[in-house]
């Protein structure tokens, strides 16, 4: 759908629309505009600051979170300082391959190049200028890397990784206007953006003028409607995500004419623990634990990764399965928050016997002993994994399903992040980053390296940073 003559082109199902309005004048303008106040958003803001360009940022929410505060807030990366202190052999090209080696090939490959050589530089610029404290888990690793390269802050939270970044704009002075959801894209009729206006809680609207636009309001895993378009396999699941994932980047560009790619990839995860909606770590699978239904049978290899797991669970009976695992990796789970909380509201449930265990699921005990008894340690099982050892009592279970966490597909970019026309030329003033945008995991589910939503959020806000600075020192100003 591209805007025509006759001014507007509203999408169906969403407020977000485009309206052609060339003699636009807002009473605010800036150089930048940001929508979206998340990791993506957050990060290029800061480095805009840094880079001496006056930013603004649209959050809708009155306190700022996204899915980045949902998140575990583990981001990848190779070659950053702290990484090499720790004597760890990793660079980008090894990082790259491992991208490219979970998405068999299919992941874009000059974003996957760009983003894998910028994240490092970029989590040492948020350490060195803005404090952000890197430590490097060391403990495991996720399915697909092959190097440690995940890096989080000390407590181990996307909260805390939201409220580092959020502390650190407060601090450079740039203005986050909150409670304003940006619903009209203002352009000029030669698909040049002037400006955004935002809904106010009061209903009014307000508008802002700017040189350039960066969309980092991440993709649209909280608008069903998409959902069922894109990735129907997806419609009935729990959704994990942030409900500002609502597609306005995906209905602005399709009104505006850009290209969508990767429209089938997305985060999934199968640990999401039920009723108490939380994310069990995959680090527990990884460790040693299975997925088992309930009826008491192993479904898949569990070590292929979260994301794909998560269509293995939803077609399991009920669409749940039980996450089970021992005590050495109960005693590992000690070290993740989110783990410890979900603990303590009962998510965990320990059984000292396989009878205990089958009551805990509800299924029959003899078809879970022949389960748990089925696989030699260090051989292939039935699925192909090499476990590493059986499981000994006393067994811990949660319950789980599978979820839709966030999106992957989204508006085709370049490796400089800028916002691609249907025929792969770069619209005038519009970038995109993080969720908002095309991701690094080709065309499925399975093709979700651990890592990619926060690796594509900071480093592709960085990068949009640099190449907005790089356009309004050679564009003349309106
Ligand atoms: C449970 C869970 C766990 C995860 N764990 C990890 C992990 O450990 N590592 C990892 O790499 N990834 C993880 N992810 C994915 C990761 O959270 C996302 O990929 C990442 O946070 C995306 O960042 P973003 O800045 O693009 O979007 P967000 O953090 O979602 O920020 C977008 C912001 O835009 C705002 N917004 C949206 N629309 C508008 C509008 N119209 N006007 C104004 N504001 C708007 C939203 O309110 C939001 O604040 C996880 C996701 C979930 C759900």
Redesign the pocket.
Known sequence: MTVGAAGAAAAPDST?RVVVEPAFEAPVQTDVLI???????LTAALLLADLGVDAVV????AQ?????S??????PAAGTRVQQALGIDDSPERFAEDIQGKAHGTAAPALVAAYTQAIAPALDHLESRHGLRWEVLTGFLYPGHSRHRMHTLSART?VALEQALEAALAAAGVPVLTE????ELVVDGEQRVLGVR?RRPDGSTEGVGCRALLL???GYGGAPALVRRFIPEMAEATF???T???G?ALHWGEALGARLADMRAY?G?GSWAVPHGV?MTWALMVEGGVQINREGRRFHDESQGYSEAALHVVAQPGGIAWAVFDTPVHALAQGFPDFVEAEAAGAVRRADSVAALAQVIGCDADVLAATLDAWTPGEPDAFGRRLPRRLAAPFFAVKVTGAL??TQGGLDIDARTRVLDAGGAPLPNLWAA???ARGVSGNHVSGYL????????VAGGYIAAHDMAAFLRTSTPA
């Open positions: 977000a929508v979206g106040a998340g990791a993506c958003g649209l959050e809708r929410d700022p979170s996204g899915s980045t949902l998140s575990s807030g583990f981001i996307g304003a959801q940006a619903t935002a980092a309001c991440n994990g995500g942030h500002g994932n609502d306005t985060q995860h994310l966490f966030h993080g969720g908002a651990s890592g990619n939503g926060l690796l594509s959020a």
